[in-house]
């Protein structure tokens, strides 16, 4: 079992940015690829980006290129999303998911989540 640990979630001013981390245990970090989700209020859970296990590719959501970034530090465990240039549609709970394959990820297939943390974008 992987258990994934959130953090970073909160309230922020439209424009405004935002860095969320999910700190990974229980199995070998490098032995999975990392992503972020997020399901905004009455709809459906939507792939944001994913990470591959040494941090040399990722994948994104079209609409969320250039203001989102994946990252991951494999001596923390840990990964993260940073976000700029919020915008008040950005407002979901976002969720962090592993899984052994990045393609598996990126077709919304995910082993493990996390608990989930609010990111609230006021305008």
């Known amino acids: 079992q992987v258990q994934l640990v959130q953090s970073g979630g909160g309230l922020v001013q439209a424009g405004g940015s935002l860095r969320l981390s999910c700190v990974a245990s229980?199995?070998?970090?490098?032995?999975?690829?990392m992503g972020w989700f997020r399901q905004a209020p009455g709809k459906e859970r939507e792939f944001v980006a994913a990470i591959n296990w040494s941090g040399t590719d990722t994948n994104y959501a079209d609409s969320l290129k250039g203001r989102f970034t994946i990252s991951r530090d494999n001596t923390r465990n840990t990964v993260y999303l940073q976000m700029y240039s919020l915008k008040p549609e950005d407002t979901a709970v976002y969720f962090c998911a592993a899984d052994t394959l990045l393609t598996a990820l990126i077709a919304r297939v995910v082993d493990y989540w996390g608990q989930g943390t609010l990111v609230t974008v006021s305008s």
């Open positions: 229980g199995r070998t970090f490098t032995d999975y690829a």
